[in-house]
């Protein structure tokens, strides 16, 4: 495995070369909490072309920031950083990961060749609607030393997932992408945010090894 | 300080720097809390709005010492000079704000002034924190139906695309860019398209204090990743039945102008969604920066409804 690191705003994020090739890279996103595989998943062993992992911001070798604030867009930005310097990718995403991919997909319709949506930690996020708001605390002296960062544990563990917002990402994605079917959701997880998007036409429900042949084959 | 700080600033002897300033780590970020008047006196909190500063105070503050209070305000993470962050967002933004709340060891209720995105961190800490808010001040943060003014319609594809975009080209450029250097006249005059009916001399004591001198010129301190969007998942209806439901003193100002940086709330939107027995003031001929605008009348406003509330 070899590793990059990308400055991106204020943080260096680890991309991992999971393996090397010619051709669209496969781009693994993680869950909450984990980083990226150190080996290329089995799973999507039939993809033809590069396998690329990212860590995060505050999560496995990217940087560990003080005083928390994540937000899902920030971390569709990290990934972002990841099409800037790869090009266009085709997306595989665990969790937290696959609802970050489907923010990226609606916001970069043309960089990206599909979006497999799949279990993983932080796939359901805080829900669909708003609670009551609260402060939440994390002890100073847990917050500086190791990934994944406590702050990000708690605060993407309890962002709010409207199903109209994931919908109108996808709606960006049947609009502006020329793939027909550019969504497979291979998850058991079915939070609101992904049944909203699965009422889109471009979205599918696959297997991975499927749909990373459809994707490979686009 | 240098010359010509020192003459803008005597141009405007009713502006006046903070008593006393210190810093408050807020979990490896460091703010910076300013506070004016007597550290006896009833403290009172003042937050500023987004991309702004705790030096907009600067007039208002000291008028609220005179009345007999210990004003305290900070400057927002990668705002004026607190430290600047990786990561933004809003639930950060009122965790640190009660922090700096914290750090103030009151054993009573707090009253707390907020303008803007200031507003909104007020309402909500007094929702989260309702036992240590003695009361709130609103200053033109008061939300509405329709959102901010400055928004797109997301059901407009392309709109969305451009703003999404528009949004992510920032991010990918904003580890390495810096805020645009000018003179000092020239911030004070970039600034005025915020504020039109400020005076030249409040404009440019205000750079004095937002900006600082680089070896190329004046630049904002603010941190350049900031950005505005991109719109986000967050429902400006969400803040209604929240700011309707809350049971402290409650005072709201806004401004009848409207303007692109604030909400645009109107007294008629105001006014159903407001807490039970608010007190409510629209200040003709203003716009959404009140307190810069008017900071005398808004003092005398507050130092009256507090009069009553505390």
């Known amino acids: 495995m070899k590793t990059t690191f990308l400055d991106h705003v204020r943080s260096q994020l680890a991309l991992h070369e999971l393996r090397e090739g010619s051709g669209r890279p496969l781009l693994v996103l993680h869950g909450l909490g984990e980083r990226s595989p150190s080996i290329v998943p ?28 994540y937000t899902c867009e920030a971390l569709m930005s990290d990934a972002d950083a990841v099409i800037a310097e790869l090009g266009p990718v085709t997306l595989l995403g665990y969790g937290l990961g696959a609802y ?45 030393h ?68 459809v994707f490979g084959a686009s | 300080m240098n010359n010509e700080i020192e003459v803008i600033r005597a141009s405007l002897p009713r502006a006046q720097r903070p008593d006393r300033t210190r810093r408050v780590d807020v979990g490896g970020i460091e703010i910076s809390v300013v506070e004016w008047g007597d550290e006896k006196d ?58 700096v709340l914290a750090s103030l060891d009151a054993t009573d209720p707090v009253p707390m002034l907020g303008h803007s995105k200031g507003g909104g961190m007020v ?29 797109i319609d997301r059901t407009d594809v392309a709109a969305l695309d451009t703003e999404l975009a528009a949004w992510l080209d920032h991010r990918r450029r904003a580890g390495g860019t810096h805020r645009r250097a000018d003179t000092l ?11 039109p009916r400020l005076s030249v001399e409040w404009l440019q004591y205000l750079v004095t204090v937002g900006a600082r001198k680089d070896t190329d010129g004046w630049r904002w301190k603010i941190d ?10 967050w429902k400006p209806h969400w803040a209604i039945p929240r700011l309707r439901g809350l049971h402290v003193p409650f005072l709201g100002i806004i401004g009848t ?44 406003i507050v130092v009256d409804f507090l009069g009553r509330a505390l």
């Open chain 1, 42 to 69: 089995s799973v999507t062993k039939s993809w033809a072309g590069p396998v690329f992992g990212l860590d995060f911001t505050g999560h496995g070798d990217s940087t560990l920031p003080a005083g928390g604030g």
């Open chain 1, 100 to 144: 970050v991919g489907l923010l990226l997909f609606g916001s970069r319709p043309r960089d990206i060749r599909g979006l497999v949506i799949a279990d993983g930690p932080g796939l359901d996020g805080g829900g669909a609607r708003p609670t009551s708001p609260k402060l939440l605390y994390v002890p100073q002296d847990e917050t500086r």
């Open chain 1, 146 to 213: 190791n990934t994944p960062d406590p702050w990000a544990l708690l605060e993407l563990a309890s962002d709010t997932r409207p199903p109209d917002y994931a919908a109108e990402h996808v709606r960006q994605v049947a609009a502006l992408s020329d793939m027909d079917k550019a969504i497979a959701v291979v998850s058991m997880g079915r939070p609101e945010w992904l049944e909203a998007a699965m009422e889109s036409d471009v979205v599918f429900e696959s297997t991975i090894a499927a749909a990373i042949s």
């Open chain 2, 42 to 99: 009833q403290p009172l909190l003042l937050a500023h709005g987004g991309f702004d500063f705790a030096g907009t105070f600067d007039i208002l503050g000291p008028l609220l010492a005179t009345a007999g209070f210990r004003a305290v305000a900070w400057d927002q993470r990668g705002h004026g000079d607190s430290d600047l962050a990786a990561l933004y967002t809003w639930e950060a933004d009122v965790r640190d704000a009660a922090l």
């Open chain 2, 123 to 151: 309402d909500q800490l007094a929702e989260v924190l309702p036992h240590r808010i003695g009361a709130v001040i609103n200053l033109d943060g008061i939300p509405n139906e329709r959102g901010f003014a400055q928004k």
């Open chain 2, 185 to 195: 006249q020239g911030l004070a005059e970039r600034r005025r398209i915020m504020n």
């Open chain 2, 224 to 233: 350049p990743t900031l950005r505005f969007g991109p719109s986000g998942a």
């Open chain 2, 257 to 300: 102008i409207e303007e692109e940086m604030g909400w645009g709330t109107t007294p008629h939107e105001a006014l159903p969604i407001l807490p039970e027995g608010a007190e409510f003031h629209a200040l003709a001929n203003t716009g959404h920066f009140v307190h810069i605008e008017r900071p005398e009348d808004v003092a005398e």
